[in-house]
């Protein structure tokens, strides 16, 4: 590891999906770096700020401007899914407009995207980076628990539960299309939470047969009523189902309609009228949960003391109920997701 540079200057960024809790990460950050005698600047717009900065992108924090960011949702820095090495030359670019305003180390809060590019620039250039992890779809594998997931479940739970009392009295089948890109995390919790007949994740293929035998068995004893919860992520034949073919700048597609198609298969199956709701960025808006406002606070805090202890190329994360560093290129080389004895739990109580 190349000598440490003295911090005076930290800056911080969100980067990605926004998730509930990212400002608690943000107060948290700032509060504690001043306390270190830090002067804090944000970043706004994500990597984008630093590659091209617009005249707003860098932004004073001080703990008197964050004290009441906690229970709003969102991000105060915005974000942006900007990839800085997408495109040659752009990484040095970055570098530099660091070194221009005089940035000494930067806290970069973000998923596998935002992270991954943390991790480069560390090895790269030596740029002295602190990653926090965040996404609701709760897949780094480094890290029990993302902020934000806790919100994005009580989201999609709350709507499964409004949506059974409309199932039951019109007597349909309702299928609820929940986030998570390709990792089951937040289907799973919500699936659980709210009881839903079935709930469908991308780590394992769904029995349509069995799912056609067990609404037939309930219309047949008078409950022609049901509600599916199915991640994005899951497939009925071979592709994804996406909303359009432009992927973004870390080559994603924008996954969506599975809950349509997957409705359309349901009620031909069993002929129960059936209709498909799709959650969409609801699950990502609002308050953060008083977990994530936790969770989020405590990375902050950590984010900021790894910073003080030279603890570059490092992310935060959740290990049982201690916040510790891990390598961000531990942090960034798989995609958490739900392991079979979890899902085996969801199926004691199909049906
Ligand atoms: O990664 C968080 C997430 O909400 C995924 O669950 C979802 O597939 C994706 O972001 C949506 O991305 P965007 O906000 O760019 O449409």
Redesign the pocket.
Known sequence: MSESRQVRKVGMLTG??DAPGLNGVIRAVTTRCEEYGYEVVGVKRGWKGLLSPESDSFVPLDTDGVRNILEEGGTILGSS?TNPYKNEGDAEKVVENMKAQGIDALVAIG?DDTLGVARRLNDDFGVQVVGCPK???NDLSATDTTFGYDTAVSIATDAIDKLRTTAKSHERIVVVEV???HAGWITWGAGLASAANFTLIPEVDPDLDRMQKVFKDRAARGEKWGLVAVS?GVTLGEEFMTQAPER?EFGHV??GGIGETLAGELENRTGIETRHVVLG?LQ?GGTPTANDRILSTRYGLRAAEAVKADEWGQMVALRGNDVVTVSLSEATDETKTVPEDLYKVLDTFFG
């Open positions: 990605g999906g899914r998923g996404t609701i779809d986030m998570g890109r994005e973004d924008q996954l960025h990502r």
